[in-house]
């Protein structure tokens, strides 16, 4: 199972996030760096790959394109979401995979060709319908997605732990590649995403508070 670290970036810093609040996102502060400016922080910590949000873009009040190449760069692969509201909203960078997002991407996710589905959620409902995630996830099933992240927005930074059930209804409903990201505490959700059969965890916070070893974000796997 793939372990991607997660930099959310805001105002040209990389932030920490805490249950979709983002107007209370500050720039991280972390054992593991000693900067939140973003390719400082990446060369510090050094992870194969990485999840980057750019909330400006997402929000509306800014984007961080010029940077994102820089970062690209750092790292084997970058999984960007930027706000994507139209196909042509998609950046083409070399060793960038697009996230379309429910939150931004409207109703018609057919429209969308390559990069990853986003399914973010609060409460497990998607964002911003209220829709059941499972049933998002199977109709992703015929789309010309590369795979899929299940994003628990409302679970971001708050290490409260996975619901296992609820795992294992999110993974039968989906054949393809599909990443979990939210609310991971240490290492038994991470085992415990690895035995639903998810292909990838996006983490952060449980990174830098040492309940997930760095040397696991910078090989990229569980192994």
């Known amino acids: 199972m793939d372990l991607i670290l997660a930099a959310d ?3 040209g810093n990389i932030v920490h996030g805490m249950s979709g609040r983002r107007d209370e996102y500050r720039p991280v502060q972390t054992p593991l760096a000693s900067t939140a400016e ?11 790959y990485l999840y980057i949000a750019d909330l400006d873009r997402i929000t509306g009040v800014g984007s961080h394109d010029s940077l994102i190449p820089a970062l690209a760069r750092e790292v084997e692969t970058l999984y960007l979401d930027r706000g994507c509201r139209s196909p042509d909203d998609m950046l083409d960078c070399p060793d960038v995979i697009n996230i379309i997002g429910t939150e931004t991407a409207g109703s018609d996710l057919s429209l969308f060709a390559g990069g990853f589905l986003s399914v973010d959620m609060k409460d497990q409902r998607v964002v911003p319908n209220g829709t059941d995630p499972v049933q998002i996830l199977s109709n992703a099933g015929v789309c010309a997605f590369e795979g899929c992240i299940l994003l628990d927005i409302g679970g971001v930074g708050t290490r409260r732990g996975l619901d296992p059930e609820f795992l294992e209804c999110c993974r039968r409903a989906y054949p393809g590649l599909l990443f979990w990201g939210g609310g991971v505490a240490g290492m038994q959700d991470l085992t415990l995403l690895d035995t639903c059969g998810f292909d990838g965890a996006i983490i952060a916070t449980a990174l830098h508070s040492g309940a997930i070893p760095l040397d696991l974000i910078r090989d990229g796997c569980l192994c």
């Open 38 to 48: 973003p390719i400082r922080f990446l060369q510090e910590i050094r992870p194969r």
């Open 9 to 11: 970036l805001k105002s």
